[in-house]
């Protein structure tokens, strides 16, 4: 129903800034309460940051807050994650996420991966020290 794809990641030093990229297929992108979640190799999967459907609500994970930006363009279908001050932990793989949130009020904004309906494929972002 709704297809992501992400873009923006790669290899930055610590202290450093990256722009990922999320576009999502089909017209009803608004719809969709959007975030971002992470995974690194041995680690269970982890919030990073989520985004309401009409982008007025946002919410981090504490690793995060005050480092990382989640905004979207609902007429583009993108949702972006601006990343400063990047530290080697925050190294893994990212995924863009949708949950369709109609059915929701304009603040809903999941924090739990199962709550996801949709999964992009994820792009790498590495961080060296």
């Known amino acids: 129903q709704v297809r992501l794809v992400e873009s923006g990641g790669g290899l930055v030093q610590a202290g450093g800034s990256l722009r990922l990229s999320c576009e999502a297929s089909?017209?009803?992108?608004?719809?969709?309460?959007m975030g971002w979640f992470r995974q690194a190799p041995g680690k269970e999967r982890e919030f990073v940051s989520g985004i309401s459907r009409s982008g007025g609500t946002t919410y981090y994970a504490d690793s995060v807050k005050e480092r990382f930006a989640i905004s979207r363009d609902n007429a583009k279908n993108t949702v972006w994650l601006q990343m400063n001050s990047l530290k080697p932990e925050d190294t893994a793989v990212y995924y863009c996420?949708?949950?369709?949130?109609?059915?929701?009020?304009?603040?809903?904004?999941?924090?739990?991966?199962?709550?996801?309906?949709?999964w992009g494929q994820g792009t790498q972002v590495t961080v060296n020290s």
């Open positions: 996420v949708a949950k369709s949130a109609l059915s929701y009020s304009n603040t809903y904004v999941p924090a739990r991966s199962g709550q996801y309906d949709y």
């Open positions: 089909g017209p009803t992108f608004s719809r969709y309460a």
